[in-house]
């Protein structure tokens, strides 16, 4: 294999792109997850990885070895992320406005950031048999969950950086010093108050209030929570979905940065929102940050189909749920494969 290595860094040195495609097509999917837990969109992670592979291709002659490949691709990936992050052209994301909706009062004002998008567990496959490196402080599961990509989003950037690359990757802090051009001292010093920022708020966010996740439900649980979801939305039933939840659970709906917190505030969201007179849906489950998710759709009866309202995305705490993540943005939806519409019937 390290021959094979050597054979292929040999030949793309000397301009065979294809030599490099089969070097770098190994590592493009965590490389986008790992651009997509700095940016905290799906859109920003596939710009920035293409972006660090076209650096890549254009730097393979500096390439000295010196570090794994990997390594390497990893120092230009979060250098092109903290880049877009610097950038003017980066603004918060606007999506429409609920259609013909009164929004209730608020709790209080939304940690996800208008930017934040979900992420395909179709896409998470790959991660399944990687190892953190042994400083990692977080599981793999638990460093793709939304709570964990909001608390990131809530760093400077280059203690964003310095965390996913020391707690998540499990790189040692010398290394992380290198690829972040900086010393040891001052990636630690920034350590320390991003692990504090990132803690607190899974503190926040978690039922268990301990600030990682709650433990999930095993497969029949899980399947069940789903299905009872499902049921609930489709027949409109409102005092079926308050049933599952928990009674501090959280509603956010990113861009606007609005937050619903506690069952009340829960059923006054969906009777204004969701729950209208003459409004029936399809559900379609789906998968997103490790999490249950569903791709909502509502009845159009002038065109006889169903079109594409929103994605929710919901966190678990054994059989009821703990979080619900509203993106309204259906443009999303297009990620996961789901339609922009549905028939009428199947």
């Known amino acids: 294999?390290?021959?094979?290595?050597?054979?292929?860094?040999?030949?793309?040195?000397?301009?065979?792109?294809?030599?490099?495609?089969?070097?770098?097509?190994?590592?493009?999917?965590?490389?986008?997850?790992?651009?997509?837990?700095?940016?905290?969109?799906?859109?920003?992670?596939?710009?920035?990885?293409?972006?660090?592979?076209?650096?890549?291709?254009?730097?393979?002659?500096?390439?000295?070895?010196?570090s794994s490949l990997r390594t390497w691709l990893y120092k230009i990936a979060t250098n092109r992320c903290l880049s877009m992050l610097r950038a003017d052209s980066r603004r918060p994301r606007i999506a429409p406005?609920?259609?013909?909706?009164?929004?209730?009062?608020?709790?209080?004002?939304?940690?996800?950031?208008?930017?934040?998008?979900?992420?395909?567990?179709?896409?998470?496959?790959?991660?399944?048999?990687?190892?953190?490196?042994?400083?990692?402080?977080?599981?793999?599961?638990?460093?793709?969950?939304?709570?964990?990509?909001?608390?990131?989003?809530?760093?400077?950037p280059r203690q964003r950086a310095a965390l996913v690359l020391r707690d998540v990757l499990g790189y040692h802090a010398a290394e992380v010093a290198q690829m972040l051009d900086t010393t040891q001292e001052s990636v630690n010093s920034a350590l320390k108050r991003a692990r504090a920022t990132v803690d607190n708020h899974l503190a926040d966010s978690s039922s268990t209030g301990s600030g990682r996740p709650a433990r999930q439900p095993d497969t029949a649980a899980k399947h069940r929570l789903v299905a009872r979801f499902t049921d609930a939305m489709e027949r409109a039933d409102l005092d079926a979905l308050i049933e599952l939840l928990v009674?501090?659970?959280?509603?956010?709906?990113?861009?606007?940065?609005?937050?619903?917190?506690?069952?009340?505030?829960?059923?006054?969201?969906?009777?204004?929102?969701?729950?209208?007179?003459?409004?029936?849906?399809?559900?379609?489950?789906?998968?997103?940050?490790g999490q249950p998710a569903?791709?909502?759709?509502?009845?159009?009866?002038?065109?006889?189909?169903?079109?594409?309202?929103?994605?929710?995305v919901i966190t678990t705490a054994g059989d009821h749920i703990t979080a619900i993540t509203g993106f309204h943005n259906t443009n999303v939806m297009t990620h996961f494969g789901l339609p922009r519409t549905l028939p009428e019937t199947d």
């Open 97 to 156: 406005p609920l259609p013909e909706a009164t929004l209730p009062e608020p709790t209080g004002a939304g940690d996800a950031p208008p930017w934040l998008e979900p992420y395909p567990d179709v896409l998470l496959d790959h991660l399944v048999d990687q190892r953190p490196g042994p400083e990692a402080r977080y599981e793999t599961t638990e460093a793709i969950s939304l709570a964990f990509i909001t608390a990131l989003q809530l760093l400077p």
């Open 294 to 312: 569903f791709g909502l759709y509502l009845a159009d009866p002038h065109a006889g189909v169903y079109r594409a309202y929103t994605l929710l």
């Open 1 to 66: 294999m390290e021959m094979d290595t050597t054979d292929l860094i040999a030949r793309a040195r000397a301009g065979d792109h294809n030599a490099f495609r089969d070097l770098v097509q190994g590592h493009s999917h965590e490389l986008q997850v790992h651009c997509y837990r700095i940016l905290g969109s799906l859109q920003d992670a596939e710009d920035a990885l293409q972006e660090t592979l076209v650096s890549a291709w254009r730097n393979i002659g500096e390439f000295g070895q010196r």
């Open 247 to 289: 009674t501090d659970v959280r509603l956010s709906m990113p861009p606007a940065m609005l937050e619903y917190r506690g069952i009340e505030s829960a059923q006054r969201l969906f009777a204004a929102v969701v729950f209208r007179p003459g409004r029936t849906y399809r559900v379609v489950p789906t998968r997103a940050n």
